[in-house]
C-alpha cells in the first residue's frame, strides 16, 4: 500500500489547512482511513478516521475543530483543519487498518 499525503504547510495559529490523502497499490477494498500525527519527540496518534459509510471518530484535541472527509475516489481522504494552535505542529500521516503503512507524511507547522 502507498499513501501520499500532501496539503501541510506552514500557518499562523488560529489559520487554516487542508490536508488530502490517496491511498494506492494492493488494495482490494478500503473501509476505514485514518489521520495520524506525530510531534517530535512524541508517540504517533490518531486524530480522526472515518469509515465507508461516514461514520467518523476524533481524538478530543481534534473535536470542534477537525473534520475528516472522503472524497469521491474510496481511496482519497481529506482532513480540514481550522482554528490551529502551535500543538497542532506535526508531521501528518493518512493510513487504513491495520495501519502498519505510513508513507512520508506532511508536515504542519503552527506559528504563533
Known amino acids: 500500500v502507498q499513501l501520499q499525503a500532501s496539503g501541510g504547510g506552514l500557518v499562523q495559529a488560529g489559520g487554516s489547512l487542508r490536508l488530502s490523502c490517496v491511498a494506492s497499490?494492493?488494495?482490494?477494498?478500503?473501509?476505514?482511513m485514518g489521520w495520524f500525527r506525530q510531534a517530535p519527540g512524541k508517540q504517533r496518534e490518531l486524530v480522526a478516521q472515518?469509515?465507508?459509510?461516514?461514520?467518523?471518530t476524533y481524538a478530543d484535541s481534534a473535536k470542534g475543530r477537525f473534520t475528516i472527509s472522503r472524497g469521491n475516489a474510496a481511496n482519497t481522504v481529506y482532513l480540514q483543519m481550522n482554528s490551529l494552535k502551535q500543538e497542532d505542529t506535526a508531521v501528518y500521516y493518512c493510513?487504513?487498518?491495520?495501519?502498519?503503512?505510513w508513507g512520508q507524511g506532511t508536515q504542519v507547522t503552527v506559528s504563533s
Open positions: 493510513s487504513l487498518p491495520p495501519y502498519d503503512a
Open positions: 472515518i469509515t465507508s459509510s461516514g461514520s467518523t
Open positions: 497499490g494492493s488494495i482490494f477494498s478500503i473501509n476505514t
